[in-house]
């Protein structure tokens, strides 16, 4: 389904440009998206990537992935019932999950990669998405937010009022198209059109690590040791360490906002840090050589991104081609008398059209908005809550999918664009009760 949306981003954008003559910013709109794809985004990406999957591996090996899959195995069964529930993608998926709700984005990514390099183990049919797969994009396309971050940090810069009052109206808007997404994803699986194709004569030899669901499972050649008292007592200070912080960054910070807010931004401040201690310290202690197992995670990082900038290239490209010819103008100005009608601003408009191609298109848009209607205002918070509320969906299925060569995503793609089109339905129903 991509492949369409693609070429009609190209060839629409191009045909607009030669029409309305922004050739000139067609071109240049299309080397300064190669540009961004590599130097923007690739390389820093590495980088992360390298960190994220080193501390990754260091879990997976000490045993602490699993137990986190054990938690949430109810729920993650019930989602992914394709997978084995001892299968690293659970934790994996785990990781990733608790990354976007808390608004961790350079740690969501990576993980969400190594997620969908998990889910690929398990894949007999080369090329095509699973419906493991196509669940786990919906729900990383329509992911709850706790804390929209970009959008707060915005409209506080801009002097807001009270900058944080879209949590909660986000917070709904996103609980709202995460249920749409998962839900899109379990009906569509089962169409005509995106049922999954019979297997090829040599599945088992493509399938990667994997020619059963039964296996693979956590695998740990050395089993690491049991925790002694001293580990726990070392971990357990570790903790408390961090729980005592935590209460005093959210005492102090709850005399401007609601304890409740506090305490989110608390989590979300030291969840990093507290990951990048909490898992190498756990693994020495269970005996895992944890210089040497990060550096082999960490080779992963530069493997992933080599297979993931082509297709960064070619989406950035298209979606620059298709801003700078004016298509998003245009559409824009066409669609605003009935954008009006049903109580969405039209200001609002280049921004839903933007933010299921670009994350850093939404965001100059909300910034042009809050801007140009002011901070306090009903389109600020609407426009807040939209960009808490829905996801970069063509983004995301470009690097998902291109880190495993998945060629047909399926449902994958309409389903991410209904939990986006159930976010914003979302977001105009409950700033209109809340504000209007």
């Known amino acids: ?167 909660g109206t986000a917070l709904i808007a996103s609980t709202c198209s995460c249920i749409f997404g998962i839900t899109a994803a379990k009906v569509l699986q089962r169409m005509p059109g995106f049922s999954l194709p019979p297997l090829p004569a040599s599945s088992d030899a493509t399938m990667g690590t994997s020619t059963s669901t039964n296996a693979p499972i956590f695998e740990i050649s050395v089993p690491p040791k049991s925790l002694s008292p001293f580990g726990k007592g070392t971990l357990f200070l570790f903790v408390m360490l961090f729980v005592g912080t935590a209460w005093q960054l959210a005492a102090r910070r709850a005399g401007s906002i609601s304890p409740f807010l506090a305490v989110l931004e608390t989590i979300s401040l030291l969840a990093i840090p507290f990951l990048l201690g909490f898992f190498p310290l756990y693994a020495h202690l269970r005996g895992v050589p944890v210089y040497e197992e990060f550096v082999e995670g960490a080779k992963e990082g530069f493997q992933v991104i080599l297979r993931i900038f082509p297709y960064l290239v070619a989406i950035l490209v298209a979606i620059g081609i298709f801003r700078a010819a004016g298509c998003i103008d245009f559409l824009s100005h066409l669609l605003a008398p009935l954008l009006d009608r049903i109580g969405l601003p039209s200001q609002l408009l280049p921004l839903i059209l933007v933010r299921p191609l670009s994350g850093g298109a939404a965001v100059g848009c909300f910034a042009e908005i809050v801007k140009s209607a002011g901070p306090n205002s009903f389109v600020s918070q609407l426009a807040g809550t939209i960009l808490g509320g829905t996801e970069t969906t063509l983004y995301v299925l470009a690097v998902y999918f291109g880190s495993v060569a998945i060629k047909r995503g399926r449902h994958a793609l309409a389903a991410g664009l209904i939990a986006d089109t159930a976010g914003i339905v979302a977001s105009l129903i409950i700033c209109h009760l809340m504000w209007k």
């Open 1 to 167: 389904m991509i492949n369409p949306i693609w070429l009609g981003l190209l060839l629409i954008g191009i045909i607009t440009g030669l029409f309305t003559g922004h050739l000139e910013a067609v071109t240049a709109a299309t080397f300064e998206a190669c540009k961004t794809a590599i130097m923007t985004i690739s390389l820093p990406l590495a980088g992360v990537m390298a960190l994220w999957l080193g501390i990754m591996r260091l879990a997976e090996k000490s045993g602490a992935l699993q137990k986190l899959a054990a938690l949430l195995r109810p729920l993650l069964v019930r989602l992914f019932p394709d997978v084995p529930p001892n299968h690293p993608a659970m934790g994996s998926i785990v990781m990733n999950i608790a990354a976007n709700m808390l608004g961790l984005g350079n740690a969501a990514t990576p993980l969400g990669l190594r997620a969908m390099q998990d889910l690929q183990t398990l894949n007999r049919r080369p090329g095509v998405a699973t419906n493991a797969m196509c669940t786990f994009l919906a729900i990383n396309t329509s992911s709850i937010q706790l804390i929209p971050a970009t959008a707060i940090g915005i409209l506080a810069a801009a002097g807001a009022i009270h900058p944080t009052s879209i949590i």
